[in-house]
């Protein structure tokens, strides 16, 4: 399934390319998914995903370029593929990033969402002179179920959660740098403590985070002092007010429209570094 970005309909569609070389595992079929009939927010829904997919936007010019994978959010129900994945591309398209974005599979299927994710950075990585990317310099930014998701890859990358299917699995599954956008679901509300999933140590890629301060899921802030106490290079933009859900569509007159000029310069610090 192709998601055409609907602030540029007369661009051409992204090259989209299947995660998985058969039959995602787990699945006993395969679809891309449907859009659903909520169209509430002006947001386009997909949902009812068993055929994990990766929609490429690379990067102007000559490359290898960074790159980004974008996990967007839904609460593991639905992907916001437009508001928190296709205008998403656009933005990091502009600062340099070529993105892939992931439709991983929903609904209610956060550990296969965690295979998809696995799979796509080794993916990306056995392609990356396919696609033109730096193996080196590659990088996950997720929103809300996709921010936990994007925690989980940053943490859990020392086993692989699949059985290997083919080379591409033998390439590393850990990200270079991780951005948690209003991330949801990082702590366990019965402990207090970050999710067992989630849980920050020492040599984790360099976290940055932003939420809003009234935003339900709150837990930014507290995850960002779990991680520096584990000793993990990590970076805070927070706002007061703003809610959730927000994307890119933020008003332009409200201090939380500002996170994504703190991201991207954020983003760019980590094209800098040698790995």
């Known amino acids: ?3 055409t970005n609907q602030m540029a309909p007369a661009d051409p569609p992204a090259p989209t390319f299947d995660l998985w070389p058969a039959t995602a595992p787990g699945e006993q079929s395969s679809s891309p ?3 659903s009939d909520d169209h509430g927010g002006n947001v386009l829904r997909l949902t009812d995903v068993t055929q994990p997919q990766l929609q490429l936007f690379p990067a102007e010019g000559k490359g290898p370029h960074p790159a980004v994978l974008v996990l967007p ?3 593991y129900s639905i992907l916001a593929i437009d508001l928190e994945g296709t205008e998403v591309a656009a933005w990091l398209n502009k600062l340099g990033f070529t993105v892939a974005v992931l439709t991983y599979r929903v609904p209610d299927k956060r550990d296969a969402a965690f295979q998809d994710g696995q799979r796509a950075i080794s993916l990306l990585r056995a392609r990356a002179k396919e696609f033109g990317i730096d193996p080196k310099h590659l990088g996950v930014l997720g929103f809300s179920a996709g921010g936990h998701l994007t925690a989980r890859l940053a943490t859990g990358y020392a086993a692989r959660s699949y059985t290997p299917v083919d080379a591409a699995d033998q390439q590393s599954d850990r990200p270079d740098f991780a951005a948690l956008i209003y991330p949801a679901y990082l702590f366990d509300s019965a402990t207090g403590l970050p999710a067992p999933e989630v849980k920050p140590h020492a ?8 939420q809003t301060l009234d935003d339900g899921y709150l837990t930014a802030p507290a995850y960002a002092t779990a991680l520096e106490q584990a000793g993990v290079p990590v970076h805070g933009a927070y706002y007061l007010k703003g809610g959730h859900g927000y994307g890119l569509r933020a008003p332009a007159d409200q201090p939380v ?3 994504a000029d703190a991201a991207g310069a954020w983003l760019k610090e980590q094209i800098g570094k040698k790995r």
């Open 203 to 210: 040599g984790m890629p360099p976290i940055f985070l932003t």
């Open 73 to 75: 959010g839904g609460g």
């Open 33 to 35: 998914g449907k859009i």
């Open 257 to 259: 429209h500002g996170w």
């Open 1 to 3: 399934m192709t998601i």
